[in-house]
């Protein structure tokens, strides 16, 4: 068992891009198996617990309920579980209530759920939490406005200017704006209840060069785009099962 008092905590500035090898990461507390095998990989794995307020599929999906914001600050819903609160503060982690309750229907469950690469941020700003857009903006990060409000869902972010989506609308603007985006196939990604789920919420950076995703990319149609896309852009590829992706709510590092 770690003993979180003997650990010296350091954050990052932008923890979707991590600058240093990732140590903790938070994940849906139903995926024991992935969180067993980035163990393995000298990871500390934290568990989401269920929340009631969001239908079961995304219940547990930690980019769901919270958005880390970077300098050790991660921004959450204000009725999410006290012990993962406890378990973020373990951490010496500033946790902020938002003021956005989770509700069960889109777009009453997509406040936090805001794709941040370095110094900008997409989302529906309809909807973001103004806790959590505050804070950002505070941090000088520039927001992009979407239709789509699952954004970190629908991107696999690769660094500062460059991600993977299955979302055209995403991809026009971003491309607008000068971002360099892979746009894939919709599909081949599971999400139990859904016909398919997203590619950023199987994924995740564990250090600045690896990219961890939850299953095997043979299994999704645009596999080979893929892959050449992450190597162009000197990323190590790192799976985390043998199966078919899943869509997990991200792998979201802490510190």
């Known amino acids: 068992m770690l003993n979180f008092l003997k650990v010296r905590h350091v954050f990052f500035k932008d ?24 163990n393995n990989f000298g990871i500390q794995t934290i ?48 946790t902020i209530l938002g003021q956005s309750n989770l509700n069960r229907n889109y777009p009453g469950n997509i406040a936090y759920n805001v794709a941040r690469l370095g110094s900008y941020a997409f989302h529906n700003l309809k909807y973001t939490d103004p806790v959590l857009r505050k804070i950002l903006e505070n941090k000088g990060v520039k927001f992009i406005h979407v239709n789509q409000g699952y954004t970190k869902c629908n991107m696999a972010i690769i660094d500062e200017f460059s991600f993977i989506t ?26 139990e209840g859904f016909k ?25 149609n645009d596999s080979k785009k893929i892959v050449d896309f992450l190597t162009y852009k000197n990323k190590k590829i790192i799976y985390l099962t043998p199966f078919q992706i899943k869509d997990i709510g991200s792998i979201i590092p802490l510190n």
């Not at 923890?15 to 980035?38: A, F, S």
């Not at 299955?166 to 999400?191: R, T």
């Open 196 to 220: 398919y789920g997203f590619i950023g919420g199987a994924a995740g950076l564990i250090s600045k060069n690896i990219f961890c995703i939850t299953g095997k990319l043979s299994y999704h």
């Open 15 to 38: 923890p979707y891009i991590p600058d240093k090898e990732v140590k903790t990461v938070l994940i849906d507390g139903r995926e024991r198996l992935i969180g067993h095998v980035l």
């Open 47 to 94: 568990y989401t617990g269920k929340n009631e307020f969001l239908y079961d599929a995304i219940s547990y999906h930690p980019d769901i309920i919270l958005h880390n914001a970077g300098d050790g600050e991660v921004v959450i819903a204000p009725n999410v579980s006290v012990d993962l609160i406890f378990n973020l503060k373990k951490l010496k982690l500033n």
């Open 166 to 191: 299955s979302d055209y609308g995403i991809y026009k603007i971003a491309d607008k704006y000068g971002f360099d985006c892979l746009l894939i196939e919709p599909g081949n990604i599971m999400l």
